[in-house]
């Protein structure tokens, strides 16, 4: 199984229906793992966020039956993205199989998981709920405070938002300009997702040189993502906005067949990116994000 094509043509389809996958609305969190609590993070967000089921948990068929459930009869299992990290010893192994020193440090496999809509006999933890509307925008105006070395945010009526390299700094409208608080938290999350890539943080602008085009849609998508994901830490809506056309859509479904690969880099360099705006600190080989490194050299 290709695993970058089946996730691929998984979001291709969503696009072709109109539905844009980042824009999926979490007002319960970011989905779930039943059994152990933690979040899903990266691609499995997006890849979790294209259902219709309505509650943040998930389990395997197995865990279900451990929580003294059973998945109905006829219910279909959605896919998610894992990784094994090799051994030293699987390491040197690859590299003399493959005739090279440059390996890939992990390989993805996929896990079968359902909805806890999907399950009988399994009760629901208690914030399976919606976050209330003040609750939740609160949350989102304080999300940014342990951002370590964060950009100044500068607001007039006369900007566009947008996040300057050159000063380092993210140029907002005021609140007041925009039709819902939740429009504005998305628009500044998604702007302070691009300050990330500078390089005294992530760095990742020097990551993705290349042909502008390619490098600009790659980095849209990051911030498009990570926007995404820290709206559904806060429970807010990602409100849709005039840029969801048939051009916008259109332009997404010819980056991704171009690029098999790319939405899983993008994902994997939001989560870093809303990882430092949370200031979390990831040990990636004891959790399950995909890194643009497995990304770049899986199957190699």
Aim: proline share 6%; net charge negative; glycine share 6%.
């Amino acid at each position: 199984m290709d695993i970058y094509q089946t996730v691929t043509n998984r979001i291709l389809d969503q696009l072709q229906s109109g539905t844009v996958p980042w824009r999926k609305t979490w007002t319960t969190g970011l989905p779930k793992s039943l059994t152990s609590g933690k979040e899903y993070r990266g691609i499995n967000i997006l890849i979790l966020g294209m259902t219709t089921h309505t509650s943040r948990y998930w389990v395997t068929y197995r865990e279900a039956l451990k929580h003294q459930g059973h998945v109905r009869k006829g219910e279909r299992a959605t896919p998610v993205v894992y990784w094994k990290w090799r051994t030293p010893e699987e390491m040197q192994k690859q590299r003399v199989k493959a005739g090279k020193d440059d390996v890939a440090p992990c390989v993805p496999f996929v896990n079968a998981v359902f909805n806890l809509d999907q399950v009988e006999g399994v009760r629901s933890p208690d914030d399976d709920v919606p976050q209330d509307g003040p609750k939740a925008l609160d949350f989102a105006a304080k999300l940014l405070d342990p951002m370590p070395d964060k950009p100044a945010i500068r607001h007039s009526a006369m900007f566009q938002p947008a996040y300057s390299r050159l000063t380092d700094d993210v140029l907002m409208p005021h609140l007041q300009q925009f039709e819902s608080e939740p429009e504005y938290y998305a628009t500044l999350f998604h702007e302070i997702v691009h300050s990330t890539g500078h390089s005294k943080r992530l760095n990742r602008f020097k990551k993705t040189d290349g042909e502008f085009e390619k490098r600009y849609s790659f980095e849209e998508l990051v911030a498009e993502c990570g926007a995404a994901f820290l709206c559904g830490i806060a429970g807010i809506q990602n409100p849709d906005t005039d840029a969801l056309q048939a051009g916008y859509i259109e332009n997404w479904m010819e980056v991704f067949e171009r690029d098999n690969r790319v939405l899983l880099r993008a994902a994997s360099a939001a989560q870093r990116a809303v990882d430092y705006v949370r200031g979390v600190s990831i040990d990636t080989r004891h959790s399950e994000p995909v890194t643009e490194q497995a990304n770049e050299h899986a199957g190699a």
